[in-house]
């Protein structure tokens, strides 16, 4: 086990607390201490709801480990269970209270009550909050459909056709402290309708018991969040017969091959390419002279593996980046990322350690970052524009507004979210470079303020701290930091370093522009 000051998911219940919270008529009841209430918060502060979630802990404390906590469990159960009157009773145990072993979902399914009962088995110390909220969806699933399976599954996808109606398909996946799930879940349904195929369940997001014992009535299931909603899509496919779609509709080309994919599927003619232009405007400025700016920037990507996945494709094949380092933190998605990395010449970082991100995304220098919210705070300090394109997020990544990541309008939206700060960076670098010009007046900044055009005035050397740069490391002199600032900042820092490093090992106690260039011919050589 590591300490750390920020982690990428939490523990597992947690995953199972986005999937009670994001249902309706669902119960969870959590056997665990008093600090393990904590989790609450991320529902009001992060998704700003005006309820918490539906959840009842056992909090039990250090004084009744000496007792009988098993029939804590219970009565906790039964009160939960009278007040709330569920339509289904999820009941699990947080990591800390694992460790007691009172296998409370063994001791509710044991007291006969009338709704079901789903029994969590959640590791906490081998696995993680998408795991968790995976497992969750899949045993509620597992549960109330066991009654439904046919011996024979004969399900098929184009029998819409002869029943007079529309084709109908599922959304399974989306869910509360998602990356912008709500407004995926609108695009999507909006991008199909305008197709002709209806939506029949959305969940867990909004779904209740009911609407999970309709699934099968569907035609096909479209699995929107692999991390979320893969296994429960497999086992529909496997009992049920149910095809599900493999491709998440996140860009130009993926949302075209998603609707290509369902088409083929329901027996319906698929789409032509012309329907990403007239829709979406990133094509139509990826073929435009202004784009030109952007073609081979360096992009550093990581997040969850769905995001991340399609911010790859979209970097390499929509905007004309290079991506120079991707990876997850999702280890059930490695597989794929890591094919997706070597298709692009890379070894993919697959760790749950932000300080090993940050290292690699100082070593990788891009000129972009596309990450989670730990991304942006080390882009920030990195000096380097950055784009959260994936969970862990803040509240600002939360917006009010409708801002989808999937179909053609959230093709838009990321066109807005990546391309507008490698601009702002372009203006940075301009006003960078002509700072001495005599148009411009002394100190002028751009909208970045301190960190702009004009960097801090670096005070020549003294005696005492040349004296003490052998115990410090070398001092920049005023004309090696004039020159230093005419490199882009976005390579600065990595310059900077390098010069220092090579400046140590010559044992030169100060850096001159002289040095800058030798450090250069240096690493060139």
Not at 268 to 285: A, H
Not at 487 to 515: C, D, H, W
């Amino acid at each position: 086990m590591q300490l750390t000051l920020w982690t990428y998911e939490g523990p597992p219940h947690v995953g199972a607390m986005r999937i009670a919270a994001s249902m309706k008529g669902v119960h969870y009841v959590l056997h665990a201490p008093q600090g393990d209430t904590y989790a609450d918060l991320l529902f009001t502060m992060i998704e700003r709801r005006g309820q918490r979630p539906p959840v009842t802990y056992t909090t039990f404390q250090a004084r009744d480990l000496g007792g009988d906590t098993a029939e804590l469990v219970k009565r906790t159960v039964r009160e939960a269970a009278e007040r709330f009157q569920p339509d289904a009773l999820l009941v699990g145990e947080s990591c800390t209270a694992e460790l007691i072993q009172d296998q409370p979902g063994a001791l509710a399914q044991g007291m006969g009550l009338n709704m079901p009962v789903v029994t969590l088995e959640l590791p906490a110390y081998s696995k993680k909050e998408n795991w968790g909220a995976a497992e969750t969806l899949y045993q509620l699933v597992r549960n109330l459909l066991k009654a439904q399976v046919p011996d024979q599954p004969q399900h098929d996808p184009k029998a819409w056709m002869a029943t007079g109606r529309r084709p109908r398909v599922n959304l399974i996946g989306p869910s509360l402290l998602g990356f912008r799930c709500r407004d995926d879940v609108l695009e999507v349904q909006r991008l199909l309708t305008l197709h002709g195929i209806d939506v029949g369940v959305v969940a867990p997001l909004g779904a209740g018991v009911s609407d999970i014992q309709r699934i099968p009535q569907a035609d096909l299931n479209v699995c929107l969040y692999p991390e979320i909603a893969e296994s429960s899509c497999s086992w529909l496919e496997r009992n049920f017969g149910m095809p599900f779609t493999r491709t998440v509709p996140i860009g130009v080309g993926a949302t075209h091959d998603f609707l290509v994919e369902v088409h083929t599927l329901l027996g319906l003619d698929p789409p032509t390419d012309e329907e990403g232009y007239r829709c979406s405007r990133l094509p139509w400025y990826s073929e435009s002279v202004d784009s030109t700016y952007l073609t081979g920037k360096r992009v550093f990507i990581f997040g969850d593996g769905t995001h991340a996945l399609a911010a790859a494709r979209i970097c390499s094949e929509e905007l004309g980046f290079r991506v120079v380092g991707l990876g997850t933190y999702s280890r059930e998605m490695a597989r794929s990322v890591r094919a997706a990395a070597r298709e692009l010449g890379l070894d993919a970082l697959i760790s749950d350690d932000y300080l090993e991100v940050e290292a690699a995304m100082a070593e990788a220098a891009p000129e972009l970052v596309l990450g989670t919210q730990m991304e942006r705070h080390s882009a920030k300090r990195l000096g380097l524009p950055c784009a959260v394109i994936s969970t862990p997020m803040h509240v600002q990544d939360v917006p009010a507004r409708n801002s989808p990541q999937m179909g053609w309008e959230g093709a838009n939206v990321i066109f807005d979210a990546w391309v507008h700060p490698l601009m702002m960076g372009l203006e940075e670098h301009l006003i960078g470079m002509f700072r001495h010009d005599f148009e411009f007046v002394d100190g002028h900044q751009s909208h970045l303020g301190h960190t702009g055009g004009k960097e801090q005035a670096v005070e020549e050397p003294s005696s005492g701290a040349v004296a003490g740069a052998e115990q410090q490391g070398p001092v920049w002199t005023a004309d090696g930091e004039a020159e230093l600032k005419k490199i882009p900042f976005f390579v600065r820092g990595k310059v900077r370093r390098n010069t220092e490093t090579y400046a140590r090992q010559e044992g030169r106690l100060e850096i001159s522009s002289e040095t800058l260039y030798d450090a250069k011919a240096h690493y060139k050589a």
